[in-house]
């Protein structure tokens, strides 16, 4: 059974950081491109940035790019997602993701996600 596990939420007040991991088991993480999403209060979920298998390429959404950064530990089975420069707008629950297909910002491409963690900004 796959199962992704994410955590370092938290409080943070503008201008911090936070670094947040996802944490694979059930599957050979570096089998598959991993995702990053966030869905705020009332907004739909969005696409933060991926990585491919091998960590060498990653995809930023535009509000993010230039303040957060995706890496993974394939020998840990780990994705981590540092996120510098926080916004209030960031505010969001994090989901991870995994997918089997090529480095996408399309949420339908990724068939196992964590339960999230609550990224809270304030200004």
């Known amino acids: 059974q796959v199962q992704l596990v994410e955590s370092g939420g938290g409080l943070v007040q503008a201008g911090g950081s936070l670094r947040l991991s996802c944490a694979a088991s059930?599957?050979?993480?570096?089998?598959?491109?991993m995702g990053w999403f966030r869905q705020a209060p009332g907004k739909e979920r969005e696409f933060v940035g991926g990585v491919n298998r091998s960590g060498g390429s990653t995809l930023y959404a535009d509000s993010v790019k230039g303040r957060f950064t995706i890496s993974r530990d394939n020998a840990k089975n780990t994705v981590y997602l540092q996120m510098n420069s926080l916004k209030p707008e960031d505010t969001a629950v994090y989901y991870c993701?995994?997918?089997?297909?090529?480095?996408?910002?399309?949420?339908?491409?990724?068939?196992?996600w964590g339960q999230g963690t609550q990224v809270t900004v304030s200004s």
């Open positions: 059930g599957r050979t993480s570096s089998n598959y491109v």
């Open positions: 993701a995994s997918s089997p297909s090529g480095l996408t910002s399309l949420s339908r491409r990724y068939d196992y």
